[in-house]
């Protein structure tokens, strides 16, 4: 199958491309700003399927809007019909297709056109109208407030907000793509008017503040909820904006005659993320928590994990060795000490299911 992308240069079409060669469709012909009009026909005629992204949204004049959404829209259409096939076509138009401006009425052209297309040939014609599409690669300062907001941000760059209530409609690209490859499985059922989905609803101001947010977790370590939703797109988009020498940062390093701790990652509501070394024969602990517990996960070394009940005076001890990946864990109202038991350095990860807090540790030294 000859599947052709148009607009293959552009946001989502980069996009799509890789979602496209990912799912096994490797015949992609592609159309960019430097095929001509015979390229662009030539290639028409041997396409089976299209994704037809191609358009205008920031020229210099408004007619091009006309030429670069609707007459463009226009000579594939014409291409296909003289072909005769009923080749299946996708358009990404646009929310503003139903508003009276000079690009909305330009999408709704384009959409006229399909239309017309469906009823004379039969084909299949999806119509995306697509609200505000945010992701990796977008480009900033162009037409996209999420982008723009994401490069600003991480390059100390101002951000213009003149209401921070402004309401935005936004869909993420991933499930852009993964719509847009589903309609190429014959099984699955499908409209002419097609929607992605999640829809997110939220403003300018909170999208600026998120990002704010993620900036500073570089130096606060607080992460934001970024494992699911809203939050989990837009971090992710904002990430896709870093530079590669801007790919590492630095952490604070606690150094004392035992060895080094390190705080990794704090989240808000499910504790936080560290490790710690121990010379040889090093001891670290002797304390217990009422409420707070703790993971141990040895990374390398052999470590001696000694316990003892707080009120009973029970004891128990256990020596774990970091080729076995064995998590040990605390529990309330149980003193804990870990020693090196090896020759070599010891490292440690650990959890902890609250971040610490000095005013209030839950930490009471008590010998094991």
């Known amino acids: 199958m000859n599947v052709l992308v148009t607009g293959a240069n552009g946001f989502i079409g980069r996009n799509l491309c890789v979602f496209l060669n990912e799912a096994g469709y490797k015949n992609i012909v592609t159309i960019t700003r430097e095929d001509s009009e015979d390229d662009i026909l030539t290639k028409t005629a041997q396409a089976d399927f ?9 020229p210099d004049n408004d007619a091009e809007f ?10 594939i259409v ?46 299949d014609v999806y119509i995306y109208r697509l609200p505000n599409v945010f992701g990796k690669w977008c480009r900033p300062n162009y037409n996209s407030a999420v982008a723009t907001f994401c490069y600003n941000t991480l390059n100390d760059l101002p951000i213009t907000i003149h209401n921070p209530s402004s309401p935005l409609n936004l869909v993420y690209i991933d499930d852009v793509c993964k719509s ?14 097609c929607e992605i989905t999640p829809n997110y609803k939220t403003t300018v101001g909170q999208v600026a503040t998120l990002l704010t947010r993620f900036k500073d977790s570089r130096n606060n370590l607080v992460s934001e909820k970024v494992g699911t939703e809203f939050t989990r797109a837009l971090y992710s988009t904002y990430l896709s904006y870093l530079e590669p020498e801007q790919f590492a940062y630095s952490v604070t390093r606690h150094d004392d005659e ?35 517990t703790e993971k ?25 060795d ?47």
């Open 322 to 368: 970091g080729e076995e990946s064995r998590i040990v864990e605390t529990a309330p109202g149980w003193s804990h000490e870990i020693t090196n038991a090896g020759d070599e350095e010891l490292i440690v990860m650990l959890w902890a299911n609250e971040i610490f807090d000095r005013e209030n540790p839950d930490t009471v030294n008590f010998k094991v």
């Open 258 to 292: 035992r060895g080094t701790f390190v705080e990794m990652l704090k989240t808000q509501d499910s504790g936080q993320f560290s490790f710690f070394t121990a010379h040889p024969g090093i001891t670290r602990g002797g304390h217990y928590h009422h409420t707070k």
């Open 50 to 58: 299209i994704y037809h992204l191609a358009g205008v949204n920031r």
């Open 180 to 193: 847009f490859v589903r309609l190429l499985d014959d099984s699955i059922v499908k409209n002419t008017h």
């Open 78 to 123: 014409k291409q296909l019909i003289e072909s005769e096939k009923n080749v299946p076509v996708v358009l990404t138009s646009s929310i503003q297709a139903k508003l009276d401006n000079a690009y909305g009425v330009s999408k709704a052209g384009a959409e006229k056109t399909l239309k017309e297309y469906r009823e004379k040939t039969g084909a």
């Open 296 to 320: 141990f996960l040895v990374i390398k070394g052999t470590a001696s994990f000694k316990f003892r009940h707080i009120v009973t005076n029970d004891s128990y001890e256990l020596l774990v």
């Open 66 to 75: 006309k030429k670069g959404n609707t007459d463009l829209t226009i000579l």
